[in-house]
């Protein structure tokens, strides 16, 4: 089973700051997170976008959470992502009605970020197990990288718009596919120094460059964060003029 399999993260939450927070902070510890301000704007992009883990806030204007619970639950003919209840109710009647609405945990919104991340790492490890986290079959479609064109194509046939950055760490990534490429050898092909600031703009290129895919594309850019070694593009893959 791959290490490289990143979880799909959908965070439901009425408050900027929080959300912002949490989506931010999700990215930055390898999770590939998308935020939304309300269910009308969640399901506008679920079930198209197969999410494994609902972060759901319960007190939402229009769609409740409770609501969403119950709608996602109710889906046929689709899996279901886990769905964690992050809320400022924290009597035991509230966590019944949570959990019968369909939520697999119920965190308070005084948890720390690190139990949050814990319960997405505990997500990850189940869809692992169940076989969820598969390598490319030789069959399947690759990207495309035009590289003169600062374009991307994904195996689904959409294409996105590059910056000169994301254009120079792909067309690395692409010339080594399979295998980590360290941070600082992306930061030289950015002929970037190697410091701090440059290390963290070249993880928020890649956090950015992720969500950026997933929302023109509708399918996950295999970008993964190898931890202590730099980053690998584990799909299959093709470098065009």
């Known amino acids: 089973m791959s290490n490289s399999f990143s979880l799909l993260v959908a965070v439901v939450e009425d408050s900027p700051e929080l959300l912002a927070d949490l989506v931010e902070f999700l990215n930055l510890k390898g999770f590939v997170a998308q935020g939304f301000e309300n269910g009308e704007a969640f399901f506008q992009a679920w079930p198209s976008t197969s999410f494994h883990l609902l972060l759901l806030d319960v007190a939402l204007p229009g769609i409740s959470g409770l609501e969403i619970a119950q709608r996602v639950r109710a889906q046929p003919n689709t899996r279901p992502p886990e769905i964690v209840m992050l809320t400022a109710l924290d009597s035991s009647g509230d966590h019944v009605l949570g959990l019968e609405a369909g939520a ?62 994301e254009v120079a760490v792909l067309s690395m990534l692409f010339a080594y596919p399979g295998k980590a490429v360290a941070r600082e050898a992306l930061l030289l092909r950015l002929e970037k120094q190697d410091t701090l600031s440059n290390l963290r703009n070249l993880d928020n290129t890649a956090s950015r460059l992720r969500r950026k895919v997933l929302a023109s594309c509708g399918i996950e850019l295999p970008l993964r964060p190898s931890y202590g070694k730099g980053y690998t593009f584990s799909g299959r893959c093709g470098l065009a003029a």
């Open 104 to 165: 697999d945990a119920y965190l308070s919104k005084r948890s720390s970020l690190q139990v949050i991340e814990a319960t997405c790492h505990s997500v990850r490890r189940r869809f692992e197990r169940m076989g969820e986290a598969h390598e490319a079959p030789p069959d399947e479609p690759a990207w495309t990288l035009h590289v003169r064109d600062w374009l991307i194509t994904a195996p689904n046939g959409q294409s996105l718009h590059l910056t000169h950055a």
